[in-house]
């Protein structure tokens, strides 16, 4: 049975960080790639940062370049690492399993496993 947990969000201000961790059993993310996700209320869930599953492959969202780094420590374990948060940081965020070593296209329909969330907020 694979199970995806995420944790570590919570209330802040802009300006400040945060660390999200993604924990995994049942499956590998030395063989799968993984992601993170947001939906924000009243919007589409989009990809945040992915990582094939060797590491060696990393994409942003333009919208968190500069500021987000996707990590994996071991084969279950993966964070995201969020600087410089701002207002429209806000969001629920997902940790993800996809269904390849690194889809051409990583989006939700490639997505196998998913995580129940963790809420980032960020005040102004």
């Known amino acids: 049975q694979v199970k995806v947990v995420e944790s570590g969000g919570d209330l802040v201000q802009a300006g400040e960080s945060l660390r999200l961790s993604c924990t995994a059993s049942?499956?590998?993310?030395?063989?799968?790639?993984m992601g993170w996700f947001r939906q924000a209320a009243g919007k589409e869930r989009e990809a945040v940062s992915c990582i094939s599953y060797d590491g060696r492959d990393i994409d942003y969202a333009d919208s968190v370049k500069g500021r987000f780094t996707i990590s994996k420590t071991d084969r279950n374990t993966a964070y995201l690492i969020m600087n410089n948060l701002k207002p429209e940081d806000t969001a629920m965020y997902y940790c993800a399993a996809f269904d390849s070593m690194w889809p051409i296209v990583r989006s939700t329909s490639r997505v196998r496993h998913w995580g129940q969330g963790t809420q980032v907020t960020v005040s102004s």
């Open positions: 049942g499956l590998s993310f030395d063989d799968y790639a």
